[in-house]
T-cell receptor, first 113, second 114 residues
Framework: QKEVEQDPGPLSVPEGAIVSLNCTYS??????FMWYRQYSRKGPELLMY????GNKEDGRFTAQVDKSSKYISLFIRDSQPSDSATYLC?????????????FGAGTRLFVKA | GAVVSQHPSWVICKSGTSVKIECRSL??????MFWYRQFPKQSLMLMAT?????????EQGVEKDKFLINHASLTLSTLTVTSAHPEDSSFYIC??????????FGDGTRLSIL
């Protein structure tokens, strides 16, 4: 079993839709949770960074962490064609578990105009 | 935000030559830098972790003599692909991190070996 599970997709939605991207994990030591966006032939770009459980909002993006369920989500409101990319979740154990980042496989998202 | 610069963005060379890729953290001091390889439509594959002034730690299956990593300062790490062959063609991405902060990535280097 992988430490972090992420559906690779592809996920195709119409412009304006609300997109939900998810990851599950097995290591309860994870404390820091990130979402990266990667366009084709570019490096990943950090979108959201949260510590422990809760929600964080930044413009059209909302990140949620549910540590009790070992489940994290990224919501994109009013999706745009420019949001078409691969989205990777990532996690870090933190002080007691070391700082090695574990990445999900990435979900490919297509937003159709 | 934190900026990581990777150079070159694309290189084409003949089989048997060596290629050096640079990774620089422009506005922060990177305690650790990482090198990844990525095949089309696949996720990141960690190759090695490097800390300034010490030898890199390579992941299992990565040849250290093939992929030479130098991390001479807190803002610069280099990856040299020695005696490159067509099977080394790939997308190489570096990242840099300060302490326990998230990794920030360069824009990648597309390497094509003829």
């Amino acid at each position: 079993q992988k430490e972090v599970e992420q559906d690779p997709g592809p996920l195709s939605v119409p412009e304006g839709a609300i997109v939900s991207l998810n990851c599950t994990y097995s290591n309860s030591a994870f404390q820091y949770f990130m979402w990266y966006r990667q366009y084709s032939r570019k490096g990943p770009e950090l979108l959201m960074y949260t510590y422990s459980s809760g929600n964080k909002e930044d413009g059209r993006f909302t990140a949620q962490v549910d540590k009790s369920s070992k489940y994290i989500s990224l919501f994109i409101r009013d999706s745009q064609p420019s949001d078409s990319a691969t989205y990777l979740c990532a996690m870090i154990p933190g002080n007691t578990g070391g700082f090695k980042t574990i990445f999900g496989a990435g979900t490919r998202l297509f937003v159709k105009a | 935000g934190a900026v990581v610069s990777q150079h070159p963005s694309w290189v084409i060379c003949k089989s048997g030559t060596s290629v050096k890729i640079e990774c620089r953290s422009l506005d922060f001091q990177a305690t650790t830098m990482f090198w990844y390889r990525q095949f089309p439509k696949q996720s990141l594959m960690l190759m090695a972790t490097s800390n300034e002034g010490s030898k890199a730690t390579y992941e299992q299956g990565v040849e250290k003599d093939k992929f030479l990593i130098n991390h001479a300062s807190l803002t610069l790490s280099t990856l040299t692909v020695t005696s490159a062959h067509p099977e080394d063609s790939s997308f190489y991405i570096c990242s840099a991190v300060e302490g326990n902060q998230p990794q920030h990535f360069g824009d990648g280097t597309r390497l094509s070996i003829l």
